[in-house]
């Protein structure tokens, strides 16, 4: 039987009705066509479903979409601003961090998560924060690379 | 070696910018009007006879507009290379999981 969920996606209120077994991933994708997060294993393990709930990442298909109720969830698609890409969609466009492309939502989502807690990551810390995200094209250096180079840019834009 | 337009630039992949937008279609992020989804029935058996697909109880489901088995399409073939009579669905034997 379907229960009202109300929350915030991207900065948009939005109430919708969901069945208590509907993943967040689901109600995403389905209910939404917000296809942008992609469903890759839909049991948490490989991260293409990543967004941010409160500013820190999740595994969308593990999340209930009741348990989502009142948060405040970010996709891939909320980075982007008209026609200006977020600074760490903008560096996988230039450090080539995107090859077929599938698993490009989940770590963009990471790496945005991760700098909002951490301002200038080290490598190590890059590579664990995308350490629940899995890319069978890439071998991951250019995400890594993408993604400092993005914190660099994002510092000289707020100093 | 002369200058080029095209060798020794770096050039950003054309579909980059729409696949960090989450903007790319891939074939599980097309919805059409009136779109079915489907669902594969595999053969639970390595090798087995069909003796009798009963496909009653899925066609009472709510909401199905059609069961399709073997008999449905006998005579579909398709592959490509060195086989090309495989069968869109098993018929009358199964040869393997799946």
């Not at chain 1, 991260?47 to 990442?57: H, P, Q």
């Not at chain 1, 700098?115 to 899995?134: C, D, K």
């Not at chain 2, 790319?24 to 919805?31: E, H, K, L, M, T």
């Not at chain 2, 006998?74 to 669905?89: I, S």
């Amino acid at each position: 039987m379907p229960h009202p969920v109300h929350l915030t996606i991207n900065a948009e209120p939005y109430t919708l009705l969901v069945e208590p077994y509907c993943s967040l991933l689901d109600m995403l994708r389905d209910e939404l066509q917000l296809t942008g997060t992609k469903k890759g294993c839909d049991e948490g393990d490989c991260g293409a479903c990543t967004v941010l709930m409160n500013g820190k990442t999740v595994t969308s298909c593990m999340v209930l979409a009741m348990d989502a109720r009142d948060q405040d969830i970010t996709t891939v698609e909320g980075l982007r601003q008209g026609n200006t890409l977020h600074p760490v969609q903008a560096a996988f466009v230039q450090y080539g961090g995107v090859q077929c492309g599938f698993c490009t939502p989940g770590l963009i989502m990471s790496g945005v998560g991760l700098l909002l807690e951490n301002q200038q990551p080290t490598e190590e810390e890059v590579r664990f924060a995308i350490g629940g995200n899995l890319c069978r094209c890439t071998g991951y250096s250019k995400v890594v690379q993408a993604i400092l180079k993005a914190a660099e840019t994002m510092q000289a834009q707020t100093s | 070696m002369p200058d080029s337009k095209v060798l020794g630039q770096n050039y950003p992949r054309v579909d980059a910018a729409d696949k960090v937008s989450g903007r790319s279609q891939y074939a599980s992020d097309i919805y059409l009007p009136g779109m079915l989804m489907c669902k594969v029935l595999q053969s639970p058996k390595p090798h087995a006879r069909i003796l009798h697909i009963d496909t009653s109880r899925a066609q009472n489901l709510p909401g199905v507009r059609a069961v399709i088995t073997g008999r449905d399409v006998p005579d579909a073939r398709f592959g490509n290379g060195a086989v090309k009579d495989k069968r869109l669905f098993a018929l009358d034997k199964v040869r393997y999981i799946g």
